[in-house]
């Protein structure tokens, strides 16, 4: 058995987030209303910050067909989740993926990230614990979980299933939210 050698560091480069874009997927990140009738797309982004315009292109992407201030909220929302497991789970280490899956209703998207869990592994093996938001009298205050909160406050309903070794953190936004959320002139 070879042992494999490490990588050696290589210089910083710019390259088009286009090129990261499998052949058959344009339309996921094109920001277009071409393909308004999907009912699920999913797509497995490296845990890497760096990437996160192709976050936000997919998320607007599969928004299109909302109003701008729908399209916007949902990208909020969206990124925060992609945001959490990058920064809070073995998906943002080197190598390891993320998934985002929007699942299209009548009533409005649903957006489940799913990640690969904790990266500490005593919390991988402890049983359910659901996430909560931070609570609001502490969120000026507090120096994390405001993302979460703001998935609590602007989404229609929002979860997770509760399995620090393998995270799944879900939101749905109905359509006409954004009719209460944003008062008119």
């Not at 480069?13 to 797309?41: A, C, K, M, Q, W």
């Not at 949902?74 to 990058?86: K, Q, R």
């Not at 080197?94 to 699942?103: A, D, F, M, R, S």
């Not at 620090?164 to 008119?184: I, N, Q």
């Amino acid at each position: 058995m070879s042992v494999l050698t490490p990588v050696p560091p290589m210089p910083e480069v710019t390259i088009p987030l286009n090129l990261l874009i499998p052949h058959g997927y344009e339309h996921y990140f094109n920001r277009s209303t071409d393909h308004p009738h999907f009912t699920r797309r999913s797509f497995e982004f490296r845990g890497e910050t760096v990437l996160m315009p192709l976050v936000h292109a997919y998320l607007t992407t599969c928004a299109a067909a909302g109003s701008p201030e729908y399209r916007y909220l949902f990208d909020l929302l969206g990124t925060e989740l992609a945001s959490n497991a990058i920064k809070h789970t073995r998906s943002g280490l080197p190598g390891y993926t993320y998934t985002l899956k929007v699942v299209r209703s009548v009533t409005g998207l649903t957006l489940i990230c799913t990640d690969w869990g904790s990266i500490d592994r005593r919390d991988s093996a402890q049983e359910r614990r659901p996430l909560s938001p931070t609570d609001p009298d502490e969120l000026l205050t507090s120096e994390s979980g405001r993302g979460l909160a703001l998935v609590d406050r602007l989404s229609t309903e929002w979860g997770d299933n509760g399995q620090p070794a393998f995270r799944r953190v879900w939101f749905r936004l109905d359509y006409d939210l954004t009719k209460s959320a944003w008062p008119t002139a």
